[in-house]
């Protein structure tokens, strides 16, 4: 009579020893995994005019109601718009579209206040454009938003001087 057993306790051992080392963060042993799924592409913008007008409809995603809510996807929006601007073919076709003044004409109250919710994603995207190509005009008007800066453009000191005067 011969018996046979199918569980060695070496190989119960074995098992536990080698759960071990899988879950240990030092163990010399690698997985080795095969990833078939290739990361997703960033998006190319083909129509530079579709990011400005989401970018432009932004300040209008308001309810006096549900402020949360609309402070919610004024972020999502511009997390999205922002996420555009990651490629540097998108940074500058957007450049050439004159996103960075629609930039600044649209979030310059959040560019101006640093806790504001939207300053840091409306940064990111100026200083992505601003490396790509920035217009003199442009440059002026976001220095102009800093404190030190803070002041009105001579075209505008001019033209209400001159409706003041007429």
Do not use: W
């Amino acid at each position: 009579q011969n018996v046979v057993s199918f569980k060695s306790p070496s190989h119960k051992r074995q098992n536990i020893e080698s759960q071990r080392s899988l879950e240990s963060p030092s163990s010399g042993r690698r997985i080795n995994s095969l990833n078939l799924t290739p990361p997703a592409p960033d998006p190319v913008v083909v129509h530079s005019g579709v990011v400005i007008a989401m970018l432009q409809l932004i300040p209008s995603i308001q309810d006096s109601e549900e402020t949360q809510q609309s402070l919610t996807l004024q972020v999502y929006m511009t997390e999205v718009v922002k996420s555009l601007m990651r490629s540097e073919r998108n940074q500058q076709v957007m450049c050439d579209s004159g996103q960075p003044s629609h930039l600044l004409s649209v979030g310059h109250k959040a560019l101006e206040q640093e806790t504001h919710p939207l300053h840091s994603p409306l940064q990111y995207m100026f200083e992505r454009l601003a490396t790509q190509n920035l217009e003199p005009k442009d440059l002026r008007e976001f220095l102009r938003l800093g404190s030190p800066l803070c002041c009105l453009p001579m075209d505008t000191l001019f033209h209400s001087a001159s409706r003041s005067v007429g």
